[in-house]
């Protein structure tokens, strides 16, 4: 990819799961699961670390993942045995998956509108009819400070909305025992009225909802969850 917008997670992989520790995802695993139903079959795309991959591969779901960082796959190796590096835009594989989940902002990394549909083609090619996409948007465009504390462990997230590009820039210190750690990253924040009408051009069925659940989303809702349905 022509990477405007990602800078790759070789330094976030070291603390990734340590500041994942507290995320809610027994949450997030009943919402996949009330979506995937006996869909056994299931390709996780920007799988980073690998636990909702480890997660669905111990309830019997057979699983692959994919991720653009190396260093992301390194970790989720520790979990779980197919993982390889790809693009979401270009991975090519003969299999076609009964689902795709795409789970914490996968799809917030790319460059434009225009990737984004050539994203949404792609994992279409790798799905089978009736398969379903899901995925997790962040739609939050604030500016200001968040930090937070995990066993001792301290990051402090410095977030930047621009209006006009749709870009939040967010830089992160974080700071594990003595070494401080900083990254930034740069998360498009779609206008779910554009992805609508990108939708809308396919042969699918979709639901915008919100919370990990079958809440209808808005338009101020933090997180957006995009569940498309092969038809
Ligand atoms: C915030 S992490 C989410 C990881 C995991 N899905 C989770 O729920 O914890 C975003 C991941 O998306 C990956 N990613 C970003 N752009 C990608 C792309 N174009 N193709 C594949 N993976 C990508 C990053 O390397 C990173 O591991």
Redesign the pocket.
């Known amino acids: ?1 022509s990477s405007i917008l ?1 800078k ?2 070789k330094i976030d992989a070291n603390f ?1 799961d340590i500041f ?1 520790k507290d995320r809610n995802y027994n949450v997030e695993m009943r919402f996949l699961l009330k979506m995937l139903k006996n869909r056994r079959r299931v390709l ?6 690998g ?2 991959m480890s997660i669905l591969e111990n309830l019997g779901y057979i699983v692959c993942g ?4 190396p260093k ?1 796959i390194a970790v989720a190796k520790t979990k779980v045995n197919n993982v390889e590096k ?4 270009n991975f090519k594989q003969e299999e076609k998956y009964n689902a795709i989940i ?5 799809f917030n ?2 460059n434009s509108y225009e990737e984004f549909e050539e ?1 949404l083609n792609n994992l279409l090619l790798h799905l089978e009819k009736n398969g379903l996409i899901i995925l997790d948007l962040d739609n939050r465009r604030q500016t200001g400070t968040i930090s937070d504390k995990i066993d001792g462990n301290k990051r402090i997230i410095e977030c930047l909305y621009n209006r006009d590009t749709e870009i939040q820039v967010r830089k992160i210190t974080t700071y594990i025992g003595a070494r401080k750690f900083v990254t930034e990253h740069r998360y498009l924040i779609y206008d779910p009225r554009k992805l609508e009408d990108i939708l809308r051009k396919y042969d699918i069925k979709y639901a915008m909802v919100t919370n990990f659940c079958k809440q209808k989303f808005n338009i101020n809702d933090k997180y957006l969850h995009i569940v498309i349905r092969k038809v």
């Open positions: 990819m990602y790759d997670y990734y994942n996780d795309v920007g799988c980073g670390t636990t909702h994919i991720d653009i960082s992301m790809g693009n979401l835009l795409c789970m914490n902002h996968v990394h790319l994203g």
